[in-house]
């Protein structure tokens, strides 16, 4: 089977246990027949005819199995004697005659799920039901033909029943626990008010272009990203950002798809397709997360592909040995038919299936809801078994832009030195070249290059290094002093001699030869040091690996508390150094944002992409974090680790709640509608279990505490590239 969908009630993955309907014409997956009769008696808008029948099936059949209830229980009371003993053989075919269409109600769709799985070459749960309820009812048919009274009508009617009933009311647990996931899976289905010259009309967010107007009305959800053009608001982002402070929404300023207008009117104009609005994005990663399989999921379906097959020989084991040990034919066949039916019947193992796919989409969800995205229950289960995580400096740890501390000149005037480092960070989007941009447009000095233009011509980004190309006419370079080095430009000693220590250096010139000096700060954002010192107390260690000089790498380490640091690292250096702090170590988790984090990201044990993270960082990452949101990692890390933990516990209340189950059934001390009412049961008690594990904190409030950013410490002493700070 296919298992790449995810359910269509539930929006769990469909596993092995899933299958396949069509209602109204459309194929629909769902992860067990309990989720395909919930979805059709809450979808009457749309399905009607099948949640009719839906309903009309579990009534009729409810209404057959209590009246074959009654007529049992007189038979077992004894009810027919003396004269009225001629009675139990008419009870007998009237049980018979109200089973049966009880068996074909609420059978069918079991059988379906049965026969669905027998043409994919496997065994399901569907098919423990199959066998067990056919053979109760196939044996009790044949006895009453031979006149006995050993008949188990009831066995087959209440074993349906109420693995109907156990099937439905654990699908309304399910779907009640993942509700949280809604408003990341509404965008493929979001609607919008479109406003054309007067008229207005609701047209499908993703047949919405750029440039139309789109009118948002109070409490409702923005559907497209774009810029107000009337009406002031306030805007809750908390879905996308994991900001809980509603943002001021005038003319002019942006709004994003997913978040909640507030108590005006807002008159929007799309920017980008909707179709590729952040949100709709978010959405569809969260659905392919969903139905990515997690490891101890891949387990699980190797387990039931196994246990099922061992089940049903258990089940002709048990009906042998207990049949061989009765003194009649009759006493035989009765004795055979209660201990592989009760085998068969507490053995579905619904529970495994929910143990850790369930567990996994509700802290997703969670996550979602604070604007996390984590790309399958895999990530969950690595981060919670990390034992050291490093970070990027830049942009990572520090805020949005250096501060410019200084510049300095060799051989050219300051305004030429900065007209040229200007026209080539304007081809970078790194925050070192923003600084330097902006510094450049404050300036305002353009021509003192000879022929130069105000931006720069093609212009090649040497990742973690630095920039190079056409200013004008001169081939111009600006970037590290390691960057100039690889270049084989001269590098006049004056030039490091005087830069300040602690601070970003950042070399310009041309002609073969660097002409100034940048020096910026970067320091760390209110944040960050809770965040590391949360990280250190849940026992993991922490090291900072960034490209930038051993002075400011020094810096930051000091002042962030962060014993393990390695500076002038590029892009494979970053992925060597992972590799070996791994080794000795174990699993580690990488958080950056820049392009040049790319491939550490993606060769960590779990890349984690924070802030205005590039494309490349965010495809690389298990787990991408909003904006302001590296105060949620200590979160994240506590709800990956209860997460694991009531995995672990749901699979060992599984195994051996059908462990025992299975050994009582196969004892012969546990009847089939006892087992049937016991995995019931054991199925809702998962469900539930993993609903409270995903209750936890809201990760935002009082998480950065009162610690105020500070200016990085000089230094004391700098180890060639790496080492210990001080």
């Known amino acids: 089977m296919d298992t790449s969908h995810t359910c269509s009630h539930c929006q769990l993955p469909v596993g092995r246990l899933g299958q396949r309907r069509e209602l109204d014409g459309a194929a629909h997956w769902f992860c067990c027949y309990g989720c395909c009769l919930a979805y059709q008696v809450h979808h009457g808008e749309h399905e009607e005819p099948q949640a009719a029948a839906a309903l009309i099936r579990l009534g009729v059949g409810g209404f057959l199995a209590m009246n074959v209830m009654l007529f049992s229980w007189l038979l077992y009371a004894d009810a027919f004697t003396g004269d009225e003993a001629w009675l139990r053989g008419p009870v007998h075919w009237l049980l018979w005659v109200l089973a049966t269409p009880l068996v074909l109600l609420l059978g069918r769709p079991f059988a379906e799920g049965a026969w669905q799985a027998a043409r994919q070459g496997r065994l399901s749960t569907d098919t423990l039901v199959c066998i067990g309820v056919l053979a109760a009812y196939c044996y009790s048919g044949w006895q009453v033909l031979r006149g006995s009274e050993l008949v188990y009508f009831d066995t087959a009617a209440m074993?349906?029943?109420?693995?109907?009933?156990?099937?439905?009311?654990?699908?309304?647990?399910?779907?009640?626990?993942?509700?949280?996931?809604?408003?990341?899976?509404?965008?493929?289905?979001?609607?919008?008010?479109?406003?054309?010259?007067?008229?207005?009309?609701?047209?499908?967010?993703?047949?919405?272009?750029?440039?139309?107007?789109?009118?948002?009305?109070?409490?409702?959800?923005?559907?497209?990203d774009g810029i107000v053009v009337d009406g002031r608001s306030e805007c809750d982002e908390a879905v996308l950002t994991g900001q809980s402070e509603p943002q001021f929404k005038p003319p002019g300023a942006l709004v994003h798809a997913g978040s909640i207008n507030g108590s005006r009117p807002l008159?929007?104009?799309?920017?980008?397709?909707?179709?590729?609005?952040?949100?709709?994005?978010?959405?569809r990663q969260v659905r392919e997360a969903l139905a990515r399989k997690s490891l101890a999921g891949d387990t699980i379906d190797r387990i039931i592909a196994v246990f099922i097959p061992g089940v049903l020989a258990l089940a002709a084991a048990s009906a042998w040995f207990w049949g061989s040990r009765a003194g009649d034919l009759a006493q035989a066949a009765d004795a055979a038919m209660l201990a592989g039916l009760a085998v068969l019947v507490v053995a579905c193992p619904?529970?495994?299936?929910?143990?850790?796919?369930?567990?996994?989409?509700?802290?997703?969800?969670?996550?979602?809801?604070?604007?996390?995205?984590?790309?399958?229950?895999?990530?969950?289960?690595?981060?919670?078994?990390?034992?050291?995580?490093?970070?990027?400096?830049?942009?990572?740890?520090?805020?949005?832009?250096?501060?410019?501390?200084?510049?300095?000149?060799?051989?050219?005037?300051?305004?030429?030195v900065l007209e040229v480092a200007g026209a080539l960070a304007r081809a970078s989007d790194h925050p070192v070249a923003r600084a330097i941009a902006m510094m450049a447009r404050a300036a305002?000095?353009?021509?003192?290059?000879?022929?130069?233009?105000?931006?720069?011509?093609?212009?090649?980004?040497?990742?973690?290094?630095?920039?190079?190309?056409?200013?004008?006419?001169?081939?111009?370079?600006?970037?590290?002093?390691?960057?100039?080095?690889?270049?084989?430009?001269?590098?006049?000693?004056?030039?490091?001699a005087t830069a300040p220590l602690?601070?970003?250096?950042?070399?310009?010139?041309?002609?073969?030869?660097?002409?100034?000096?940048?020096?910026?700060?970067?320091?760390?954002?209110?944040?960050?040091?809770?965040?590391?010192?949360?990280?250190?107390?849940?026992?993991?260690?922490?090291?900072?690996?960034?490209?930038?000089?051993?002075?400011?790498?020094?810096?930051?380490?000091?002042?962030?508390?962060?014993?393990?640091?390695?500076?002038?690292?590029?892009?494979?250096?970053?992925?060597?150094?992972?590799?070996?702090?791994?080794?000795?170590?174990?699993?580690?988790?990488?958080?950056?944002?820049?392009?040049?984090?790319?491939?550490?990201?993606?060769?960590?044990?779990?890349?984690?992409?924070?802030?205005?993270?590039?494309?490349?960082?965010?495809?690389?990452?298990?787990?991408?974090?909003?904006?302001t949101g590296l105060a949620s990692l200590p979160w994240l890390l506590r709800?990956?680790?209860?997460?694991?933990?009531?995995?672990?516990?749901?699979?060992?209340?599984?195994?051996?709640?059908?462990?025992?189950?299975?050994?009582?059934?196969?004892?012969?001390?546990?009847?089939?509608?006892?087992?049937?009412?016991?995995?019931?049961?054991?199925?809702?008690?998962?469900?539930?279990?993993?609903?409270?594990?995903?209750?936890?904190?809201?990760?935002?409030?009082?998480?950065?505490?009162?610690?105020?950013?500070?200016?990085?410490?000089?230094?004391?002493?700098l180890p060639s590239g790496h080492g210990v700070a001080p």
Not at 378 to 398: M, Q, Y
Not at 561 to 573: K, V
Request: some cysteine; charged content about 15%; proline content about 7%.
């Open 350 to 416: 619904c529970s495994l299936g929910l143990a850790a796919p369930l567990t996994h989409a509700l802290a997703i969800g969670q996550a979602a809801q604070r604007g996390i995205l984590v790309r399958g229950g895999d990530a969950l289960e690595r981060l919670a078994r990390l034992r050291g995580i490093a970070f990027d400096k830049t942009g990572t740890l520090t805020a949005d832009i250096p501060h410019p501390v200084g510049m300095q000149a060799e051989g050219a005037s300051p305004a030429q």
């Open 159 to 224: 074993v349906l029943l109420l693995f109907t009933l156990g099937r439905l009311l654990e699908a309304q647990v399910r779907v009640r626990t993942a509700r949280r996931l809604a408003p990341m899976l509404a965008a493929a289905r979001a609607e919008a008010r479109v406003v054309d010259g007067g008229t207005e009309s609701w047209r499908p967010v993703v047949a919405i272009g750029p440039g139309e107007l789109v009118r948002i009305l109070p409490g409702e959800r923005v559907p497209v």
């Open 267 to 283: 008159l929007v104009r799309a920017t980008v397709p909707g179709s590729r609005t952040r949100w709709q994005q978010i959405g």
């Open 444 to 496: 305002g000095t353009p021509g003192t290059v000879p022929s130069a233009t105000p931006a720069s011509g093609e212009v090649e980004t040497s990742t973690g290094e630095g920039l190079s190309g056409q200013v004008g006419d001169r081939h111009c370079a600006m970037g590290s002093p390691a960057f100039f080095g690889t270049l084989g430009w001269h590098v006049p000693p004056a030039l490091l």
């Open 502 to 627: 602690g601070c970003t250096l950042v070399l310009v010139g041309w002609a073969g030869q660097a002409h100034g000096l940048i020096a910026l700060r970067t320091l760390p954002m209110p944040e960050v040091r809770d965040v590391i010192g949360a990280m250190q107390r849940q026992g993991l260690r922490t090291r900072l690996l960034s490209g930038d000089n051993p002075h400011a790498v020094a810096a930051m380490a000091s002042a962030l508390q962060i014993a393990e640091w390695q500076a002038a690292l590029l892009p494979q250096d970053k992925v060597r150094a992972l590799r070996d702090w791994a080794a000795g170590t174990g699993p580690v988790a990488m958080v950056g944002d820049g392009l040049n984090d790319g491939p550490v990201l993606a060769a960590a044990s779990v890349g984690i992409a924070v802030g205005n993270a590039s494309d490349l960082a965010r495809e690389s990452a298990d787990i991408v974090l909003p904006r």
């Open 639 to 717: 709800q990956a680790r209860t997460v694991h933990r009531t995995v672990r516990a749901n699979l060992a209340w599984a195994f051996g709640y059908n462990a025992i189950a299975l050994a009582l059934a196969a004892s012969g001390l546990l009847q089939p509608v006892l087992a049937a009412v016991l995995m019931g049961g054991s199925s809702i008690l998962v469900a539930m279990r993993s609903w409270r594990a995903s209750a936890m904190a809201d990760p935002y409030p009082g998480t950065t505490g009162s610690a105020a950013s500070t200016a990085p410490a000089r230094p004391a002493a």
